[in-house]
């Protein structure tokens, strides 16, 4: 009940284009959702963040949209850059601890 | 303002050895967090530490174990290294509960 499963696995997107990543929960006690950007050789870095009294947060050209009956939650890059290029990681915490439950990842290439 | 600083950034041990690494979180934050990371197994949350007390822990062996300073530096330390142990070892810090984690490059272990 502590997964947090996320598609797809990778995912290349033409330059311009939007960049759509997809996680799914079962623990209804997780009510809070970041997303994680990592680069080759860094640790991950966050990217945006939602809590689940919101269906949409947007932040310059990232949005999560939010599902609380469907339990999803995804991540939309608008206007995809090469530099977006990179790991991108869903996770999800209760309100009982700092412990974050990651998804497996998507390997994003942007290309030209 | 420094990031959250991991030393060594890279380790080779031999089996059966132990290891201990190092995180200096953010200046302020209290909150620290570690994480192992392999491409198999992902994320995986280890052990997080506030003021000193570790608050919670994940699903490793006693093997692993950590402190928390009274300046909130941290340490994680590996007894009786396995192959399996080879990993990326992640630290986090938070400066206040629910906050959003920085990570830190993360040690890069190789166990041989």
């Known amino acids: 009940q502590q997964q947090v499963k996320q598609s797809p696995q990778s995912l290349i997107v033409q330059k311009g284009g939007i960049s759509i990543i997809n996680c799914a929960y079962e623990n209804t006690a997780f009510d809070y959702f970041p997303w994680y950007q990592q680069f080759p050789g860094k640790g991950p870095a966050l990217l945006i963040a939602i809590r689940p009294d919101v269906s949409e947060k947007k932040e310059g050209r990232f949005t999560i949209s939010f599902n609380k009956s469907a339990k999803q939650f995804s991540l939309h890059i608008m206007d995809s850059q090469p530099g977006d290029s990179a790991t991108y990681f869903c996770a999800a915490s209760d309100g009982g601890n700092e412990k974050l439950t990651f998804g497996t990842g998507t390997r994003l290439t942007i290309i030209p | 303002k420094a990031g959250v600083t991991q030393t060594p950034r890279y380790l080779i041990k031999t089996r059966g050895q132990q290891v201990t690494l190092s995180c200096s979180p953010i200046s302020g934050h209290r909150s620290v967090s570690w994480y192992q990371q392999t491409p198999g197994q992902g994320l995986q949350f280890l052990f997080e530490?506030?003021?000193?007390?570790?608050?919670n822990k994940g699903n490793f062996p006693g093997r692993f174990s950590g402190r928390q300073f009274s300046n909130s530096r941290s340490e994680m330390n590996v007894s009786t290294l396995e192959l399996g142990d080879s990993a990326l070892y992640l630290c986090?810090?938070?400066?206040?509960?629910?906050?959003?984690?920085?990570f830190g490059s993360g040690t890069r272990l190789t166990v041989v």
């Open positions: 986090a810090s938070s400066l206040e509960q629910r906050g959003g984690y920085t």
């Open positions: 530490y506030f003021s000193e007390t570790q608050r």
